[in-house]
Nanobody
Framework: VQLQASGGGLVQAGGSLRLSCGDS????????VGWFRQAPGKEREFVAA????????KYSDSVKGRFTIARDRTKNTVDLQMNSLKPEDTAVYYC?????????????????WGQGTQVTVSS
């Protein structure tokens, strides 16, 4: 599995960005996918996850109601729509494919990780 995260950039507070996680080898269609983020000097933290068929999602409390994770079967991607962005959302965002079909918030449930994409929210 080779995951690619894209869509990061610089945005003002209150703005929106859409991140996309692609799988060039088309092998994560049966696995859960999660998004995590890591700010400078901090631990990598869970953001959102979706199960294998898109029927179940989970979010961290800090992004619930602002971010939406969804699978796009036609493009074989998992997208993270981020609205109402705040400066504290600034981080490198990583996508990861889980070891099974579920959606998990624990990092050790994920086997494959993408390279990360930078999101910067200015105040």
């Amino acid at each position: 599995v080779q995951l690619q995260a894209s869509g990061g950039g610089l945005v003002q507070a209150g703005g929106s960005l859409r991140l996309s996680c692609g799988d060039s080898r088309r092998t994560f269609s049966n696995n859960g996918v999660g998004w995590f983020r890591q700010a400078p000097g901090k631990e990598r933290e869970f953001v959102a996850a979706v199960n294998w068929n898109g029927g179940y999602t989970k979010y961290s409390d800090s992004v619930k109601g602002r971010f939406t994770i969804a699978r796009d079967r036609t493009k074989n991607t998992v997208d993270l729509q981020m609205n109402s962005l705040k400066p504290e959302d600034t981080a490198v965002y990583y996508c990861a494919s889980s070891r099974s079909s579920g959606a998990y918030s624990e990092r050790n449930e994920y086997r494959y990780w993408g390279q990360g994409t930078q999101v910067t929210v200015s105040s």
